[in-house]
């Protein structure tokens, strides 16, 4: 009889974001009349900038061409794209990261997943908590994380690093070393993030302790403030310990599209094992890489056209960010995030759990967030709201929740 992998069995639930669609459905199913406004997954709502609908339909005209129709794609991706993003994320903020270092994906949400892969299952792993949940139920599919506690929503070998307001939402080194830290900044889900003093501490902490971070940047373009890196390669000492994980999602407004990159540098190694090399055997193992039409779409992002209508794109939602940090401050919520990231992170009001306030604020504002609890322990009692809405449904939310 086969066997299947039990790590599976492990995993409390289904997938954050799933179980929050089927509430939802189950929700509108139940109340066909209301009209509900979704602030709950981050996913864009704004169409694709212009620049790059053209540079869409000049690639879809090319492969209807024999002279100039593409197959599959080279490994690491095409080396137009690979030099843009080289050029202008990394070597126009003074980082040494060469376009072979970056290998093209669909997305950082695979690549975060599946960058574990490469990693002993003896690894411990440190997280922030609250967490991207794909960080930990990743790892827990690997057979990495140990038993999981009902209780407590704590899973026995992974490394929790609370982030809750007492620290300012800024992770403390822990108590155990880990061999693999999982950092996202700007921070899903809290919308705070770290300036580049602290980051590069945690920098120096992994070569330190000969940990590897992995640094998912995929809100990158939503820093508003000086003093924050775009990348972690601006620490110093990175491309020793760090990966970085990088999205067209957020800025691009690529969910639907599905682009991203993973950046791992040569000198990143494990004794004399080369992480790039392992990964580049992966990648060339397991994806056959993302589309032509989406990888010129992703070129024209760094176009001067490209950049200018994104630049907008980005206001636009941080715009919505703006209006919903003050409007619930006004109502009498504590707010955080929203400043360097498109995620407004709220206290819930009347010591309500974050799923009590998620089905209050369904069924009297029908109104989605996300609870603060199924992002992990220590984000139980918040709540996250997302700026990726249109401009007048996060109005029309608001003036909902004013009333409440
Ligand atoms: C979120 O809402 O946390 C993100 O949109 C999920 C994702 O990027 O996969």
């Known amino acids: 009889m086969f066997k299947v992998n039990d790590n599976y069995q492990k995993l409390p639930g289904s997938y954050l974001f799933s179980t929050i669609a089927r509430k939802v459905s189950e929700y509108q199913a139940a109340h066909p009349d209301k009209t509900l406004i979704r602030l709950g997954i981050g996913d864009v709502t704004q169409p694709l900038a212009p620049a790059i609908i053209d540079a869409m339909h000049s690639a879809v005209d090319e492969m209807g061409d024999a002279a100039t129709f593409r197959g599959y794609a080279p490994d690491l991706g095409y080396e137009f794209l690979r030099n843009a993003i080289a050029e202008n994320d990394y070597r126009a903020r003074g980082c040494d990261i060469r376009a072979d270092e970056i290998f ?35 790892n827990v599919m690997a057979g990495r994380t140990g038993t999981y506690d009902p209780t407590t929503e704590v899973w026995s070998d992974v490394i929790y690093m609370p982030c809750t307001k007492e620290n300012n939402f800024v992770p403390e080194f822990p108590k155990e070393t880990p061999d693999m830290i999982y950092l996202c900044l700007p921070n899903n889900p809290t919308g705070t993030t770290l300036k580049k003093s602290q980051l590069q501490e945690w920098v120096d902490y992994a070569n330190r302790v000969g940990a590897v971070i992995i640094y998912d940047g995929a809100y990158e373009a939503y ?3 000086d003093d924050v890196a775009h990348t972690i390669y601006e620490c110093e000492g990175a491309k020793t310990c760090a990966i970085e994980l990088k999205s067209f999602s957020k800025n691009a407004g690529f969910t639907g599209v599905r682009l991203g990159y993973t950046v791992v540098p040569k000198e990143l190694k494990c004794g004399d094992v080369s992480l790039h090399a392992m990964w580049a055997r992966r990648h060339g193992t397991k994806f056959n890489g993302a589309p032509y039409i989406v990888q010129r779409a992703g070129e024209t992002v760094y176009s001067e056209a490209g950049k200018a209508q994104l630049a907008e794109q980005v206001a636009y939602y941080m715009k ?4 919903i940090r003050s409007g619930l401050a006004e109502t009498g919520f504590e707010v955080f995030g929203g400043v360097n990231a498109p995620y407004i992170w709220l206290k819930t009001p009347d010591q309500m759990t974050s799923w009590e306030f998620f089905d209050y604020l369904l069924g009297t504002a029908n109104v989605v967030g996300t609870p603060g609890s199924g992002f992990g322990p220590s984000g139980e009692g918040y709540f996250r709201l997302t700026a990726f809405g249109t401009y007048e449904n996060t109005l029309a939310a608001l003036e909902r929740i004013k009333k409440l």
């Open 223 to 225: 820093i508003s403030e």
């Open 320 to 323: 919505n960010a703006a209006a």
């Open 104 to 138: 093209v994906s669909d997305g950082a949400k695979s690549d975060s997943g599946n960058i574990q892969e490469i990693f002993s299952v003896d690894n411990r792993i440190a997280v922030c908590d609250p967490v991207y949940p794909v960080y930990v139920d990743s």
